[in-house]
């Protein structure tokens, strides 16, 4: 069991929440992919893995799996104004249903980028799934068709969510203690 660790402040997301709310997600995507002849769902690493491994035990229409890495925060708490594609995913998207897996969205530019970069790629349709959504910290006009929660204007971690690197195994999702900056 995990105790809770000394560098988060306050538990914003307990682990039952978290259970809870993705297999609503999940009935959600049976609901509208339900006539999906070619689903696929790709999740950004290494944030999205834990909520798509939830979320996909609950999912329980045909759909296939891929994975894209983009680079956004080089491991500080700040957005760097960029996006960088580090390694692209392995499945041809032409013509199918295609559902981005993200943990989090903060200025918006990592799915502007991945949004764009993807379209280019002719897919049936696209959209977003987000797990939070931290809509105060916006830029663009990005916004997500499926969100879990509404995420207050903190640095968080756990669940994937992670501060250089570190945290993402937690299995809830809490406010970093800035104690602990560096
Ligand atoms: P955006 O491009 O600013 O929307 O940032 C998206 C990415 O930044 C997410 O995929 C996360 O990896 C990371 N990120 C944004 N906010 C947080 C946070 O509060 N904690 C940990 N990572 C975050
Ligand atoms: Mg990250």
Redesign the pocket.
């Known amino acids: 069991m995990h105790k809770i660790s000394p560098m988060v402040e306050r538990v914003l997301y307990t682990q039952e929440q978290l259970e809870t709310r993705i297999a609503q997600l999940a009935e959600l995507i049976n609901r509208d992919y339900k006539k999906s002849k070619d689903l696929i769902l790709v999740g950004?690493m290494?944030?999205?893995l834990p909520f798509m491994m939830q979320l996909i035990k609950f999912v329980d229409i045909d759909c296939r799996l891929d994975f894209l890495t983009?680079s956004?925060?080089n491991g500080k708490?700040h957005?760097s104004g960029s996006?960088k594609i580090i390694l692209d995913m392995a499945q041809d998207i032409e013509n199918k249903d295609v559902l981005i897996i993200?943990?989090?969205?903060?200025?918006?530019?990592?799915?502007?980028?991945v949004k764009e970069l993807l379209s280019s790629r002719k897919p049936n349709s696209l959209k977003i799934m987000t797990l939070?959504d931290?809509k105060a910290?916006?830029?663009n006009d990005?916004e997500p068709d499926y969100s879990g929660f509404e995420?207050e204007d903190?640095?968080?971690?756990g669940f994937?969510?992670?501060?250089d690197e570190k945290l993402r195994n937690l299995p809830y999702i809490g406010v970093?203690n800035k104690k602990y900056l560096d």
Do not use: H, M
């Open positions: 950004l290494k944030g999205s983009v956004s925060y708490t957005s996006a993200e943990e989090i969205i903060d200025s918006g530019i990592t799915l502007a980028r939070l931290k910290n916006r830029i990005l995420c903190e640095f968080v971690v994937g969510l992670d501060y970093f």
